[in-house]
C-alpha cells in the first residue's frame, strides 16, 4: 500500500521559516516527479513547486526565491524549505507523486498524494 504522509507544518510568525517533510512508502518514487500543492480555505488546489527525479526543480512565481524544493531518494523523501512566510502562505500543504518523471505542475498529472499538514501563517 503506497502512503505519503507529510510532517512539519504548524503556526508561525511573517518571516518565518518552516521545513516539510514527505515521506513515501509502500514503493520507491526515485524515478518519479515529486511535488507540492496546496489548498487555502474556500480555494482551489494550486501547485507550489515539483522536482523531477534527476532534480530539476519548478515553483510557482508566488513562491520563488522564498521556498526551496529538494529530495532524498535513498530515502524515500520529500522536502519543502519554506523561508520568508507570508500571510497568504496559509493552506494545507500537500505532498503528491507523478507517475511522470519530468516537470508536473498539474493535479491532475500526479497519482498519489498524503493528507495535508496544515502551515498557519500569523502574528
Known amino acids: 500500500q503506497v502512503q505519503l504522509v507529510e510532517s512539519g507544518g504548524g503556526l508561525v510568525q511573517p518571516g518565518g521559516s518552516l521545513r516539510?517533510?514527505?515521506?513515501?512508502?509502500?514503493?520507491t518514487f526515485s524515478r518519479n516527479a515529486m511535488g507540492w500543492f496546496r489548498q487555502a480555505p474556500g480555494q482551489e488546489r494550486d501547485f507550489v513547486s515539483?522536482?523531477?527525479?534527476?532534480?530539476?526543480t519548478y515553483y510557482a512565481d508566488s513562491v520563488k526565491g522564498r521556498f526551496t524544493i529538494s529530495r532524498d531518494n535513498a530515502k524515500n523523501t520529500v522536502f519543502l524549505q519554506m523561508n520568508s512566510l507570508k500571510p497568504e502562505d496559509t493552506a494545507v500543504y500537500y505532498c503528491a507523486a507523478s507517475a511522470s518523471a519530468g516537470i508536473q505542475v498539474s493535479a491532475a498529472r500526479y497519482n498519489y498524494w498524503g493528507p495535508g499538514t496544515q502551515?498557519?501563517?500569523?502574528s
Not at 515539483?50 to 530539476?56: F, K, V
Request: net charge positive; hydrophobic share 35%.
Open 50 to 56: 515539483t522536482i523531477t527525479w534527476s532534480g530539476t
Open 20 to 27: 516539510l517533510s514527505c515521506a513515501a512508502s509502500g514503493r
Open 119 to 122: 502551515v498557519t501563517v500569523s
